[in-house]
């Protein structure tokens, strides 16, 4: 039993010593294929073998929407404040300490102004990794300072959503951001330039009930969770089963509440493919 024990010379390895596969090397999709990790990446991190669309941050949307990931981040520093002294199973100012240190983000929106096939454009993007993407006063503010750089420039505005909701640690200052937001935007639509929303993984809560749905087209990726309550607690309400595939992209197509889905791959060009046209101007 030598060969088990391993007792043989030049076989025993120190546990110090042994090296493990390094994390993320293998990705494993919901329906059980396996991806390489950089070839996941080559493909803007859409499974080959399924095209299911895994779930990435700001920094990878602004990879692929700016040229040569060129941009300028506005009111990279807002962060937000504990004005309740908010208390659950940790305080509040606990949790975004925790958040900042381990997304290295500020909060749970960052915004791009750079060029993306050539034409100025403003990217508002949510990271659903910083408390579950929640929307609270400083993404109601650096959405609505977006919109403000995109009216003072006249520069097209999009908005990437990726959220569970409004954030219930500020209460009704979280609320308060859905009207705030929705102001901006008709102020937008005033100014008559082009509202891009495109709706990710998830997308629910206030942030579906406010600037989400607004757009002048609103696009869905792939599969994406959209909609208000969760599947769950709606079932839970109403007491039904629910058809098939609710909530999913594809569902909210086929009943209306979007204009088109995109797959990643096309994202770049099918966003300024609808804002040259909604522009009437040369298609790039």
Known sequence: MAWFKRTEKGIQTATEDKKDVPKGLWYKSPTGKIVDAEELA??????????FHVRIGSKE????????????????????????KFVDTKKYSDRLKEAMDKTKLKDAVRTG??????????????DFAFIGGS?????GEKIARGIDHSIKNNIPFVMISKSGGARMMEAAMS???LAKTSAKLAQLAEAKIPYISLCTDPTTGGTTASYAMLGDINIGEPGALIGFAGPRVVKDTTGKDLPEGFQTSEFLLDHGFLDFITPRKELKDKINLYLDLILNQDIR
């Open 175 to 177: 609320l308060m951001q």
């Open 42 to 51: 080559r493909n803007l991190w859409v499974s080959p073998e399924d095209g």
């Open 135 to 139: 929307m609270g006063a400083v993404v």
């Open 113 to 126: 102004v750079g060029k993306s096939k050539g034409r100025d454009l403003v990217v508002c993007c949510m």
């Open 61 to 84: 949307y602004f990879e692929i929407l700016f040229d040569n990931n060129e941009f300028k981040e506005l009111d990279a520093n807002i962060t937000s404040k504990d004005s309740l």
